[in-house]
Structures are given as C-alpha cells and as structure tokens.
C-alpha cells in the first residue's frame, strides 16, 4: 500500500514536471514567433517605397540653368569643366571662376531625385507652390531639356514637394535634397584656396 501511495506520488511529480516542460516549451514557441513576427513587421517599415523622379545620364546635360527666388544661374559645358554663360547683367558683375566639381555633384544629385511619395493627377499645382516654384532647374542637352520645379515645404508631413516638366504628379522630397539642388550662383565659385593650389 506504501508503494502505490509512493508510485502515485512520483507519477503526480512526473506528471507536473511534463506539464511545466510543455508550458516552458510553449512560452519559448510563442516567443521565438512573436520576435519573428516582430521582425517582419520592422522589415517592412523600413522596405518604404521610393519612387524614382529624375533618372538622367549626367553627361550628356550641356546646359544648366537654375533660378533661385531671383538668383539666376546659367552654366555651360565647356570640355571637361563648366563656365558661366554670360548675359547682359552678368557682364558688370564680379568675375569669378566656377569649381566645375561643385557643378558635377550638384548634377548627379538633379540627374538621379527619388521621392518619399508621390501624389498623380493633381490639378492645382499652387496648392503644392509649384505653379510659381521657389527654384526652377533645366537641364539641356541636344534637343532634351528637363525641368525640375522645387514648391513648398510642408511641415506636418517634413517634406518639400517637387513636379518634373509638364507632369500633373507630385512628389515629396526630404530636406536634403531639396537643399542640394536649391543653389546660388554663389554655391558654384571657385574658392580662393582651391585657386591658389599649384
């Protein structure tokens, strides 16, 4: 009778050992699952889709013309560098030379725009300061040319809005790249030291 009351004992350990060994192997399941779910779910926040704005062979662009709120630039490949085009205006202004390699980032930048989102068929572009952009870029070359309109900066969503040529689609851009393309005249001078190297 001892024995059996032991045997029933040591079964009931071994019964709640099993019990306690599948609800550790459960809990360790549901764990290694959720943190794989949680992984999928960061993955796909960060697979965000960029849309392609600007995809242009940089160089073949000959010309380059910005206007940036009444700043105008008009550049010119000559060979292997860049030269100012020179108007009416421009001929009593200061004579400066342009750092052709500050006009080649500045190109690679305008020739390759990807966008956050897109918003198509829109029909008002003033409501996105594009009908009268901030800065107008034109890119030209042979019988190309390509216009890049940078409007207004919305604050709720921290982004500048963008529209290529007569296209009706906006895009959104982050401030980065509106603030490579936005330049000046001033933005392309070559700089005293770079002048003075041998």
Request: glycine share 4%; charged share 30%; hydrophobic share 35%.
């Amino acid at each position: 009778m001892n024995k059996t009351r032991a045997d029933i004992k040591r079964k009931q350990r071994l019964l709640l050992l099993l019990l306690a060994l599948l609800a550790t192997a459960a809990a360790l399941i549901y764990l290694k699952t959720d943190n794989e779910r949680t992984a999928d779910d960061e993955t796909a926040q960060e697979e965000v889709e960029v849309y392609p704005v600007t995809q242009i062979d940089s160089s073949q662009v000959k010309e380059i013309g910005i206007i940036n709120r009444g700043d105008a630039v008009n550049l010119i490949r000559e060979g292997e560098g860049w030269i100012r085009r020179e108007n009416e205006e421009e001929a009593f202004e200061e004579a400066f030379d342009i750092d052709s390699s500050l006009v080649e980032d500045f190109l690679a930048r305008a020739s390759s725009v990807t966008a956050d989102e897109k918003i198509e068929d829109v029909d008002d572009l003033a409501e996105y300061g594009l009908e009268v952009p901030s800065v107008n870029i034109t890119l030209q070359w042979d019988d190309n040319m390509y216009i890049i309109r940078l409007g207004d900066y919305n604050p709720i969503i921290g982004s500048y809005y963008l529209s290529i040529n007569d296209e009706t689609t906006v895009y959104t851009i982050d401030s980065s790249t509106y603030y490579g393309l936005s330049k000046t005249l001033e933005d392309f001078k070559e700089t005293e030291a770079k002048l003075q190297d041998p």
